[in-house]
């Protein structure tokens, strides 16, 4: 859990929170520090954290997650289990990318 100690949000687990929130957790960090701050999270997780995860790289953080939520401007444009989401390529690029958002 190092990494952590690089990036603010480290004080929050001191106090061994029964959940976490987390905003755009990878923005910004180099891709060694990204790899490190996900496999905390998979610890976090697997120890049995809750956590709200917002995301703009769903496919870094869906394979931990148990359910996924998509907003599109403020409403939920997609609710289903992480990796039915995962599975579904289609399903994925047609709420994540801004190609599948051009169509709408």
């Known amino acids: 859990m190092r990494v952590f100690a690089q990036i ?6 001191v106090l061994n929170p029964r959940l976490l929130l ?5 923005e910004g960090l ?7 701050l996900l496999a905390a999270l998979r610890e976090l997780s697997r120890a049995g954290l809750t ?3 917002v995301e703009q790289k769903p496919r870094k953080i869906l394979p931990f997650t ?4 998509v907003l599109d401007r403020g409403a939920i444009a997609h609710a289903a289990p992480s990796a039915e989401l995962l599975a ?5 690029d047609a709420h994540l990318t801004a190609a599948g958002k051009a169509g709408r």
């Open 66 to 69: 148990d359910s996924a939520i």
């Open 22 to 26: 987390l905003d755009e957790p990878t």
């Open 88 to 92: 579904d390529p289609a399903a994925l």
């Open 8 to 13: 603010d949000g480290a004080d929050a687990l």
């Open 51 to 53: 956590m709200i995860i």
């Open 30 to 36: 180099a891709p060694i520090v990204v790899d490190e």
